[in-house]
């Protein structure tokens, strides 16, 4: 079996997979709550498959928060936890920038769409919003703009007439009142800066792409991006488990 973590700023996720890559368990976690009474209370399946968990790989992003994890199951099960950048890549995924600076959880995602004959652009809606980019079994680099929800909060927290809204699809551009001018400036210019930046990726690199979307608002900007678009859930987590499983 193996046990597959994937450590965001906001959440984390915690899957055990059988020999077949068949999901058995999942859980879903708060990064700010970690500690040894939080993982002991939600972690306390794994002791349950002790004897057959085989192989421990997780991305993360908060090296507290991996620390903590990675105490926390070596001690329940005895075996090592890695962290995924510590693993050699080149038989996966050729990597043509400082892999030191790229997040763990961009290379997993790269990892999860890798295609030797087709070319990928991976959007991932998540703290920020990240576009990373794969001409076939090459990561090539990528693009970090502010995420929705955190730009989203730091308007109105910063801003006191600002009011705390659920984005969501609007159609008009001009709005009639605080809340939907928000709205209308949020949906649209994501969209527009989602589209711009696809299009700027094209141009230099003289190739066409497959565009991948991923995390939290995948489906609400799906229709309004004007290229073809894929959703896929849990991208990074299988991405992860690809490693785990290809990985020497």
């Known amino acids: ?35 040894k009474n939080y993982l002991s209370k939600n972690l306390k399946f794994i002791k349950r ?19 903590n994890i990675k105490k926390f199951i070596e001690r329940s099960i005895k075996i090592k936890c890695i ?3 510590k693993l050699k890549l080149n038989n996966l995924l050729k990597i043509k920038v400082n892999k030191k600076q790229i997040g763990s959880d961009r290379l997993a995602n790269a990892i999860s769409v890798i295609d030797k004959k087709r070319n990928f652009i991976v959007v991932d ?9 794969v001409i076939k079994n090459n990561y090539i680099g990528g693009i970090l703009a502010p995420g929705v929800k955190l730009s989203l909060n730091t308007l109105s ?38 589209d711009n930046i696809i299009k700027m990726i094209i141009k230099q690199t003289g190739k ?18 004007k290229r073809k678009t894929i959703i896929k859930k849990d991208l990074t987590i299988n991405g992860v488990l690809k490693a785990a499983v290809l990985s020497k």
Do not use: Q, W
């Open 125 to 133: 809606f998540g703290t920020a919003t990240n576009f990373d980019v």
């Open 208 to 225: 066409s792409f497959n565009i991948i979307l991923t995390g939290g608002y995948s489906y609400l900007f799906k229709n309004s991006i």
């Open 83 to 85: 962290e995924l950048k």
């Open 49 to 67: 498959y002790k004897s057959e968990i085989k192989k421990v790989l997780i991305s993360s992003v908060v090296p507290i928060a991996y620390k």
């Open 157 to 194: 927290d910063k801003a006191s007439l600002i009011p705390k809204i659920k984005l969501k699809k609007i159609k008009r551009v001009i709005g009639k009142n605080t809340s939907s001018a928000i709205r209308a400036g949020f949906y649209h210019g994501y969209s527009g800066l989602i």
């Open 1 to 35: 079996m193996y046990l597959i973590g994937d450590i965001g700023n906001s959440d984390v996720k915690i899957c055990l997979f059988n020999r077949n890559m068949k999901l058995i368990k999942k859980k879903r976690l708060k990064t700010i709550l970690l500690n």
